[in-house]
């Protein structure tokens, strides 16, 4: 997959992601929504 391919934020469709924090630490696998939300308060993208 090229760059340009890369699904962020909003783009994902998966229904469920395994977020892993900014440090590296998994978090688990939560409903977008909820993934979408953390990056958002963090100022990250969701990728």
Known sequence: M???EL?????IR???VRLI???GKQL????F???LQNA???N???V
């Open 44 to 46: 990250l993208d969701l």
């Open 21 to 23: 924090d900014e440090e």
């Open 28 to 31: 688990g696998v939560v409903p």
């Open 2 to 4: 090229s760059f340009k």
């Open 33 to 35: 929504a909820q993934a």
């Open 40 to 42: 958002h308060e963090r």
């Open 7 to 11: 699904r962020i934020n909003e783009r």
């Open 14 to 16: 998966a229904r469920e």
